[in-house]
């Protein structure tokens, strides 16, 4: 073979790596969390996995290079796609944050926005994708308006406080800038549906004395709920995780990096909840929260906020639950192969190039 038929065989080879195969081999390590068996047989629950992630923040129109946008969408499609096919979870929650732009690009370029989410995340058939609410979509809560909170539950049936129920898990979802509790129209519908369903929990717990049918048809029996929001709950900092990825440690601000005192300690009273889920500060964190329980946050999807990025695996049944973090392509791993490579290569051609010339001149000198 001639050496710059080789060389471009080693260029091509490692580009299919890089762009086809990296990401699919890195997740190819990660595993589904176990359940007891013993404990799902004996109690009649069926198990339910689940792929956690978090904010993806696809660039809108007006900020970022496209080519920053085109190359790292690229990764995390290609991620997400690896997870389906290797996975076959039976749900996908997104945690927030969609979108980069969500909150001010106009109507026609959220339609865009819209269209490449669903085309970059899409799911196999039958398993569906759940997303919460971020700031990002719809704006903190002094911005957040009627207009974004309608066009965003257009599309993704989601902006308010819902309970959606799974094989027997009730999942909790919570629009974060919405729990200020300060009167405003958002925060009254947000605490008059969070109480709707404490209540519809409180029934499931005592069906024999229930009398809201919607509850008992849709929600059929009682589990303690899993709570799923774009903000964790509060916490002073990530000083407090008994895992996290943070390479700093900064103090967090209620209601802007994380839930009030008080809405976390409502949360916690009305659903109380056995797991909590969230997003929002792009890094991990595995904490025990003000209430009590676990509390994961999930690191951003996206390699533009965080070198490693990562996303959680959790299987659930009514009554226990498992979680695991998998780690995500690292986007240094992708940049290091291609310069090792250009080095590797620029040093065979150069070295070919001057024993060519070096043949020629001895050729030269003999004649
Ligand atoms: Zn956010």
Not at 24 to 36: G, R, Y
Not at 84 to 111: A, K, T
Not at 212 to 217: C, E, S, T, V, Y
Request: proline letters at 3%; hydrophobic letters at 40%.
């Amino acid at each position: 073979m001639h050496w710059r038929t080789k060389i471009g065989c080693i260029a091509l080879l490692t580009f299919l790596y890089c762009e086809f195969l990296a990401d699919f081999i890195q997740l190819s390590f990660c595993n589904w969390p176990k359940l007891s068996h013993k404990i799902i047989k004996n109690r009649n629950e069926e198990e339910l996995r689940a792929v956690i992630v978090a904010d993806t923040h696809l660039l809108g129109p007006i900020r970022g290079h496209w080519l920053d946008r085109l190359y790292r969408e690229w990764h995390m499609h290609r991620s997400f796609q690896a997870a389906m096919r290797l996975f076959q979870p039976d749900v996908v929650f997104v945690l927030g944050d969609l979108f980069d732009e969500g909150d001010f690009v106009n109507n026609s370029d959220f339609e865009h926005y819209v269209q490449r989410f669903h085309r970059l995340f899409s799911t196999p058939a039958g398993v569906p994708i759940i997303s919460a609410v971020g700031n990002h979509d719809i704006g903190f809560h002094y911005k957040m308006g009627g207009y974004f909170i309608k066009r965003f539950s257009k599309h993704f049936n989601s902006s308010g406080v819902e309970m959606y129920t799974i094989k027997g898990n009730h999942f909790v979802m919570i629009n974060s800038m919405a729990m200020l509790n300060d009167g405003c129209s958002f925060c009254n519908t947000a605490l008059r549906d969070l109480n709707k369903i404490s209540a519809q929990l409180t029934c499931l717990k005592n069906r024999e004395t229930c009398t809201d049918i919607h509850a008992l048809k849709v929600h059929k029996t009682y589990s303690r709920p899993i709570l799923m929001q774009h903000f964790p709950t509060y916490r002073k900092s990530d000083a407090v995780c008994r895992e996290h990825d943070a390479p700093n440690i900064e103090l967090f601000r209620e209601n802007w990096e994380v839930l009030s005192k008080e809405s976390t300690d409502l949360i916690g009273r009305l659903l109380l909840p056995r797991v909590a889920f969230a997003g929002h500060s792009h890094h991990y964190c595995f904490s025990i929260n003000r209430f009590g329980v676990e509390e994961y946050t999930v690191a951003s999807f996206s390699w533009r906020n965080k070198v490693e990025p990562s996303f959680l695996m959790a299987s659930f049944s009514a009554s226990t639950y498992s979680v695991l973090k998998c780690n995500m392509l690292p986007q240094q791993h992708v940049y290091n192969i291609y310069m090792a490579t250009a080095t590797l290569l620029l040093g065979a051609i150069i070295w070919k190039l001057c024993k060519k010339i070096l043949v020629k001149r001895i050729k030269k000198g003999i004649t």
